[in-house]
């Protein structure tokens, strides 16, 4: 709602508003850990958002894994409008694609699928955004490929991430300084090769 202007949404209002909203949420979080007991609480909320797959269980999985699911299978169903849309809103418009409420739909699937997932195993970053590149790199741009190849991607992944964290030490170190590790450098390759185009 904070990045539409005129009944219409700019990619870099939406950017810029998921800066702000980034920015309130990461105070109130420091905000938690400020008041958190320092004996119990405090470490908890730390490792959470360094992120780990160790503290999921098969309950935790029966809560989120249909949310993930029928968000994921969503997507898919539409994914040839993504194609549509990549090539500009009016031109989406043009061809019968109601552009705001489909962004809209894209948005509340993305969010379960990533609240879903942050639930269970805390704050795992990079994967979502170098995963979807290296898949691109592998099938070409159109998301009925690409969709489906950065799930298992992505999956892979974490899963060989995941390992380095629980056999490279003595004690798990925690995935998401792994793939920010990983992640970051890798990000910072594909910016300079593509100079942001992504192609």
Not at 46 to 54: E, F, I, R, V
Not at 120 to 134: E, M
Not at 153 to 167: K, N, P, Y
Request: charged fraction near 15%; hydrophobic fraction near 50%; aromatic fraction near 8%.
């Amino acid at each position: 709602m904070l990045a539409r202007i005129y009944k219409s949404t700019p990619t870099l209002m939406l950017v810029l508003s998921g800066v702000i909203v980034a920015a309130f949420f990461s105070s109130l979080l420091s905000g938690a850990k400020y008041v958190a007991d320092p004996e119990s609480k405090l470490p908890v909320i730390t490792y959470w958002l360094l992120g780990s797959l160790n503290k999921a269980s098969l309950k935790d999985l029966v809560t989120v894994v249909p949310l993930i699911l029928v968000s994921s299978a969503g997507l898919i169903l539409v994914s040839w409008k993504l194609n549509v849309l990549a090539m500009g809103d009016d031109e989406a418009r043009s061809m019968g694609v109601k552009t705001e409420s489909f962004k809209a739909f894209i948005i509340i699937c993305t969010t379960i699928i990533t609240a879903s997932a942050v639930s269970v195993c805390g704050i795992v970053g990079w994967v979502g955004l170098i995963i979807p590149h290296v898949g691109r790199m592998f099938v070409g741009p159109n998301h009925r490929v690409l969709l489906p190849t950065s799930m298992v991607l992505g999956a892979v992944f974490l899963l060989i991430v995941d390992d380095i964290a629980r056999t490279s030490t003595a004690q798990e170190i925690p995935i998401g300084i792994l793939t920010g590790v990983i992640g970051a450098p890798f990000f910072a390759y594909l910016l300079r090769k593509t100079k942001g185009g992504w192609k």
